[in-house]
């Protein structure tokens, strides 16, 4: 089975600066779907970026891209000029072609002001 | 208006106690889920539908039922409520992919307690 993993269950950046957040990923498919999601204290979940495995151009969104590294299985988010909006629980999310999502457990990224 | 929408939003209850959680969208989406969160797991699914006559058991169905009522409609119950269920329930629907990718869209969650 597919597993997620993000080995820093806490992380915190300064106000403006750059984080980056890490997921590794366990499958032996070539063709599958990464996502980053965040959930705020307002416990929604939102859909921060999107990759897809066939494509090798890294994905961005904003502020926001992604560090894919198929080889290697690695999927980091980078956030770009961090605000204290920013802050929440950053979930990675792996979707094989036909399967069910599968989460991480989640890294809390704190922004001090 | 939300797109999808849990009732309630928290809910505590008593062990044994028969409970329901409801969800509604406005998406059009054939798909949707059910999942619970706990600290340091993630989320992990419970049940799934793809249309109104499709049920599937998740990773973790043990203690839970659901109920397809309409193409906008997914309900869990717990029909004998157990501490250990106590977790944030999302609903989330997606529509049928195109190329095999789909983005899922969640609802605000309910926070269940049973004591």
């Known amino acids: 089975a597919q597993t997620v993993t993000q080995s820093q269950p806490e992380m915190s950046v300064q106000e403006a600066e750059t984080v980056t957040l890490s997921c590794t990923y366990d499958?032996?498919?070539?063709?599958?779907?990464l996502f980053w999601y965040k959930q705020p204290p307002s416990r929604q979940m939102i859909l921060v970026i999107r990759?897809?495995?066939?494509?090798?151009q890294n994905a961005t969104e904003n502020r926001f891209s992604v560090n894919f590294q198929k080889a290697a299985k690695s999927f980091s988010l980078k956030i770009s000029d961090s605000q204290l909006g920013d802050a929440a629980m950053y979930f990675c999310a792996y979707r094989g072609y036909g399967q069910n999502f599968v989460f991480g457990p989640g890294t809390r990224l704190s922004v001090l002001p | 208006d939300a797109d999808v929408t849990q009732t309630p939003r928290n809910r505590i209850t008593k062990t044994g106690k028969r409970i329901m959680l409801e969800c509604s969208q406005t998406k059009g989406h054939d798909r949707m889920y059910w999942y619970r969160q706990d600290p340091g797991l993630g989320l992990r699914l419970i049940y799934y539908s793809f249309d109104v006559k499709d049920i599937n058991k998740g990773e973790i169905s043990d203690g839970y039922s659901v109920s397809r009522q309409a193409q906008a409609k997914f309900s869990l119950s717990l029909e004998s409520a157990i501490p250990n269920q106590t977790a944030l329930y999302f609903c989330?629907?997606?529509?049928?992919?195109?190329?095999?990718?789909?983005?899922?869209?969640f609802g605000p969650g309910t926070r269940l307690l049973v004591l």
């Open positions: 990759q897809e495995a066939y494509k090798q």
């Open positions: 989330a629907t997606s529509e049928l992919p195109t190329g095999g990718g789909e983005t899922q869209y």
């Open positions: 499958t032996s498919e070539s063709d599958y779907y």
